[in-house]
């Protein structure tokens, strides 16, 4: 054996601790002990045992009772121990086996045969702390993905914030037919870069577990419409026509996460759109079951396309799988767009399969469940939303490290009449509030010197007239926070978080450090108004 192992014997007759000590001494570090008491405390004591040999019938603590108290401490929960008894019913053995015993040799017993049970459950007890090494190593190593996925995240988005917001801020302006050509080539070109990072992002949350429902009411055609229109260009473009029919039967609003149905519908759209050259992509929504409180919708995507051979289908929702390596050449795309779909079905409690003739095109259909809702609701908060550019204007202080997006967020916020202050840090931004008054935060959570959440933590604190904290008052100015605790103190400062990252609990977290509410970057310029309107008054108030 590699190592030695150290057995505990717990006997009250003393010939058989010799007998059992001396025929083991070879093999293992032998600790002995003639009673319950002196046993427990040689089981604590290092080098702790490996494994326990118990008799039960002793004075004082019987060997059940050990058993009992070894499987509570956690000291000593996890040592395996095997009982030595001259007990021979099966409700002893049973009893003992409650106890929390792993194994029950009866007495007059065979020294080939303890040894071999004492081999077999340390060789269990190996195999044990390998799969738990191996678990916890695991769980390292999803943590540093999460990590890096986080930060590649925050450092690919924040970029991409200021492509995708200049691209839209220049096309607006540009009046040169090429010019804006080459713009919408660029957006095109952005909005694909940013699909394949979500994508990526996507599959890793729902892989670790991360991912969630935001189940709200909402109108079902006009989730699939929405996603009709984000492919209507790519699909004008090689004349294909899109079609979408509804079953009578089905309800007009439902209760779901209409972002992550509109991402399984986008999904299938375009792949349809890709693989297709000519015809007509067809949906079809049929209600496959109504209860009391839930209904389960049927969605199919058909499409005239290339279709997928038939030693191939059984692949195409497995992750990084496509129908051929010739498909990834002439194509793109990553293989996770069919992966993604299929693992957000299961979150709806639906599944999703396809029916494929090669050469001829394929259907694609997927069920999920949602909550019966009621759409008058939706219809009042949809006419909430068309209030969104009429917001007064207010003062701003923006935080935010990135000069592009400062540049960016600033340029849309004045373009609504909004007066903007910049800051290029957390702490840069407490003086400018020692100094001036504002209407609403917008700070980005990651930042040198002082980050978003720190900043926040300090802000909060300050209002509430609270002494910081060593951990936020680390390398900060004791005069300026003296300060700021007497200027905004009582009066709560709208703050809302600008953020890359992406991953499960970045929100929760924007929420724990007290901010008011969390935009994702790249931010959206119709997202960033409708959540102005949320927070801030009308012009007509």
């Not at 209407?439 to 926040?456: A, H, N, S």
């Not at 060593?470 to 809302?496: G, T, Y």
Request: proline content about 3%; overall charge negative; hydrophobic content about 40%.
């Amino acid at each position: 054996m590699s190592e030695t192992h150290t057995l505990l014997i717990i006997d009250d007759i003393v010939d058989n601790l010799m007998l059992l000590g001396e025929a083991m001494s070879p093999e293992y570090k032998i600790k002995v002990a003639t009673g319950g008491v002196q046993g427990l405390e040689l089981a604590v004591q290092k080098p702790k045992p490996d494994l326990i040999l118990l008799d039960i019938m002793m004075p004082g603590i019987d060997g059940y009772e050990i058993c009992r108290r070894l499987k509570a401490d956690d000291r000593t929960r996890h040592i395996p121990v095997i009982f030595l008894s001259a007990l021979d019913k099966e409700s002893d053995e049973l009893q003992g086996l409650d106890a929390g015993a792993v194994d029950f040799i009866t007495k007059p017993f065979k020294l080939e045969v303890v040894r071999a049970r004492i081999n077999t459950q340390l060789e269990l007890l190996r195999m044990r702390q390998q799969l738990q090494t191996a678990r916890l190593k695991a769980e390292a190593a999803s943590q540093s993905k999460s990590v890096f996925l986080a930060n590649m995240s925050h450092e690919i988005r924040t970029p991409m914030s200021a492509i995708m917001g200049m691209t839209d801020l220049a096309l607006e302006k540009a009046t040169d037919p090429q010019q804006r050509s080459y713009l919408e080539t660029v957006k095109i070109s952005a909005d694909s870069l940013l699909a394949l990072i979500n994508d990526i992002l996507d599959f890793s949350k729902i892989e670790a577990g991360q991912m969630e429902l935001d189940e709200r009411p909402f109108v079902l055609a006009e989730v699939i419409e929405a996603a009709m229109r984000t492919v209507s260009i790519l699909s004008k473009e090689k004349g294909l026509g899109i079609t979408l029919e509804i079953a009578p039967n089905v309800p007009v609003a439902v209760a779901g996460d209409s972002l992550r149905f509109r991402q399984i519908i986008l999904n299938l759209l375009s792949n349809a759109i890709k693989f297709s050259e000519k015809g007509t992509i067809c949906i079809h929504v049929t209600l496959q079951h109504a209860g009391l409180e839930t209904i389960t919708l049927r969605v199919a995507v058909t499409d005239q396309g290339i279709g997928i051979k038939e030693e191939k289908i059984s692949s195409v929702f497995s992750a990084f799988s496509q129908a051929d390596n010739s498909v990834s050449r002439k194509f793109g795309g990553t293989g996770l767009g069919l992966a993604i779909c299929r693992q957000l079905c299961e979150l709806m409690d639906g599944t999703i399969k396809v029916e494929s003739t090669y050469g001829k095109g394929s259907t694609f259909s997927f069920t999920a469940m949602f909550g019966i809702s009621d759409q008058e609701k939706i219809v009042q908060q949809g006419s909430t939303n068309s209030k969104v550019l009429n917001i007064r204007p207010i003062r701003i202080l923006l935080v935010e490290d990135n000069t592009a997006n400062r540049f960016l967020i600033r340029v849309v916020l004045e373009k609504f009449k909004h007066e903007v202050v910049e800051a290029v840090d957390g702490i840069e931004a407490l003086h400018i509030l020692l100094e001036d008054q504002f209407d609403l935060i917008l700070t980005d959570v990651q930042m040198p010197k002082l980050d978003g959440y720190r900043f926040t933590q300090i802000l909060r604190a300050c209002e509430e007239g609270k002494e910081l904290p060593p951990s936020l008052a680390e390398n900060i100015d004791s005069i300026l926070i003296s300060k700021l605790r007497q200027k905004l103190h009582a009066k709560h400062r709208l703050v809302i978080s600008m953020t890359a990252n992406a991953m499960s609990g970045d929100k929760e977290k924007c929420f724990t450090a007290g901010m008011d509410d969390y935009l994702t970057k790249p931010l959206n310029q119709e997202e960033l108004l409708i959540t102005l309107n949320r927070w801030l008054p009308n012009k007509n108030k």
